[in-house]
């Protein structure tokens, strides 16, 4: 298993590099994603325009799909296609897929096409790309997605030969082969709309700097740990969401080896 040493090293290496991110993200989120990335000492640039992400890719590290940027399509497919051609690790947060077949057509349609080398989604999400959505509420998960969340991760990271992350109470984080259990985290993560798309944001910036399951294991748990210590913060503040939604954004900035290698919650198998 790998050590929390090699898991914060690869997030400190983030810093070091400083890549550059295209994200083709949510509207709804695209603020809060430019922001984790600079906290974390990343470069964001949230190009949508059909004319201009291909050039954009061409300076990029990595590219960020966001399946909530439905109305983009054709940019995601000129951007998928230039970073396919450079190398460049492309993640693809599939938002929605279990609620829209729009939707899903879309982001199973670029799985095939792309070699993606990163899905994060919710244990509904990811069911919703192997066929199953029986069960789908909307773009929230629950305890039963949770519950399946290794094992559809599993399969998915097979399928399409990429790493997986299932995002949950615990996080499901695989390539198929070997599979980590991220438990970092807290409930006031779920009361503030956008944490998916930032954890995706973040996984474009290790993905960047290296390609690799360890890399989104260490993103998860920087994330989970931040939310938990924000949380924290929050509670003894008595305050609400907004305010552990910046509150969280300054904990990641700020978060040390010390607390990482203290507080870290993860397992392998």
Not at 197 to 207: D, E, Q, R
Not at 212 to 217: F, H, I, K, M, T
Request: glycine residues 10%; charged residues 20%.
């Amino acid at each position: 298993m790998a050590a929390p040493a090699e898991l914060w090293a690869v997030w400190k290496i983030i810093s070091r590099r400083r890549p550059l991110v295209h994200c083709i993200t949510n509207p709804v989120t695209v603020n809060d994603c430019a922001n984790v990335l600079l906290a974390a000492g990343a470069r964001p640039f949230m190009a949508a325009h059909p004319d201009e992400v291909e050039e954009v890719q061409c300076h990029a590290d990595a590219l960020v799909v966001n399946m909530g940027a439905i109305a983009q399509l054709d940019s995601i497919g000129k951007a998928a296609r230039q970073a396919a051609e450079r190398g460049h690790p492309i993640i693809v947060d599939p938002v929605g897929v279990a609620a829209s077949s729009l939707r899903r057509r879309s982001c199973i349609a670029l799985l095939k096409e792309f070699p993606v080398a990163c899905v994060r989604g919710n244990g509904a999400e990811i069911r919703a790309l192997l066929g199953d959505t029986g069960t789908a509420r909307g773009v929230d998960t629950s305890s039963e997605d949770a519950a399946s969340a290794h094992e559809t991760a599993v399969q998915l990271a097979r399928r399409y030969g990429c790493v997986v992350v299932a995002s949950g109470a615990v996080d499901a984080v695989t390539d198929g082969r070997r599979t980590f259990s991220v438990g970092n985290g807290d409930a006031m993560m779920t009361r503030v709309t956008g944490m998916g798309c930032m954890l995706s944001s973040l996984l474009g910036a290790a993905f960047a700097v290296e390609n690799s399951l360890r890399a989104a294991a260490a993103v998860c748990a920087v994330v989970g740990l931040s939310g938990e210590q924000a949380a924290a913060g929050t509670c003894a503040a008595r305050r609400g969401p907004a305010y552990f939604r910046d509150l969280f954004v300054d904990t990641l900035f700020s978060l040390d080896e010390a607390q990482f290698m203290g507080g870290a919650k993860y397992s392998e198998g």
